[in-house]
């Protein structure tokens, strides 16, 4: 289905009520695969935060149950650019204050979104009985989603290490200034090296066109392969430099939702639906239980 086919079938489906393929339905069909896909950057400013967003949006919109983790630590800010005011954070859920639902907002298309606030960086040193706290209350989660996305924080920090280590698909977004890209190698390289991970998508943000997207991923690509060795690269899309953006941002709206048919937008559905399509390698890996797993190190 080409792209304006899928903006009318979005619009006579109504809010996210189905699957743009398919036609309407009352719920998203059971996901037999979960996905948890972690957003890094080598350096902050690249627009991170609201591909996150609004690449959720395009899932929520394609019939998928998306839960975004705000993994940002300190810096924290998935809820202000959905125009959201969280009373609780995770760190409420690991004093036994709040349950997870009770600290979970919810955003447009029914997006769970999961503020970590402070409480992040602890998420590495917990004890065990705060780690099986936060397992049950994972799993006693009436309907589980879809996807997972991860926001991290920019950079090479210990806990945005641990996020890309325990998710299954990782995606780096790079813009086409030198030190985007820079930066984007030194992520790849040392979770590559230290830690054996493999497999990236690139998503380029802020370009004019397709062109000057593909150029940036062949130059980050070509780095990679001449000093890494062994690694998949896999472009996965691009968003343009797009007015529409900014404007959302200063509305605490996500871009989707007030200008669906923009060209950035227009992108953002694109690479959602080439998300859910792409392959992961390593199939239980994928699950959300086993990420909790991994990350807390149980």
């Known amino acids: 289905m080409n792209q304006a086919a899928t903006l009318k079938k979005w619009k006579e489906n109504g809010s996210g009520t189905g699957r743009l393929r398919n036609g309407p339905v009352t719920a998203s069909a059971p996901s037999t695969n979960p996905r948890v896909m972690c957003f890094s950057s080598g350096k902050g400013g ?3 935060t609201s591909m996150v967003t ?4 395009a899932m929520a919109k394609l019939g998928k149950k998306v839960m975004i983790l705000d993994a940002d630590m300190g810096l924290a800010n998935v809820d202000v650019i959905l125009g959201l005011s969280p009373r609780y954070t995770i760190k409420h859920l690991f004093s036994g204050e709040k349950t997870l639902d009770e600290i979970m907002v919810r ?4 997006i769970q979104i999961l503020p970590s606030g402070s409480g992040v960086p602890e998420l590495v040193n917990l004890s065990e009985g705060e780690k099986l706290t936060l397992l049950s209350e994972m799993e006693s989660v009436e309907s589980p989603p879809d996807v997972m996305l991860i926001d991290t924080a920019a950079g090479i920090a210990d806990n945005v290490l641990y996020f890309n280590i325990a998710a299954m698909q990782r995606v780096v977004v790079v813009t086409p200034e030198p ?3 820079t930066d984007a190698y030194a992520l790849i390289k040392v979770l590559s090296a230290r830690h054996q991970v493999k497999d990236f ?10 062109q000057e997207a593909r150029k940036v991923y062949k130059q980050l690509a070509a780095v990679a392969d001449r000093f890494l060795g062994l690694l998949r690269l896999v472009y996965i899309g691009y968003v343009p430099r797009d007015p529409s953006i900014s404007r959302a941002v200063r509305q605490q709206k996500p871009a989707l939702e007030l200008y669906p048919e923009s060209k950035a937008c227009v992108q953002f559905v694109k690479v959602a639906e080439k998300m859910l399509e792409s392959e992961i390698s390593n199939g239980d890996d994928g699950n959300i239980k086993f990420f909790w797993k991994q990350l807390l190190g149980i």
């Open 107 to 110: 955003g447009p298309e029914g």
């Open 46 to 48: 690249v627009g991170k």
């Open 201 to 210: 998508m690139i998503l380029v943000n802020w370009v004019k066109n397709e």
């Open 54 to 57: 609004n690449i959720g949006l």
């Open 179 to 181: 030190t985007s890209i």
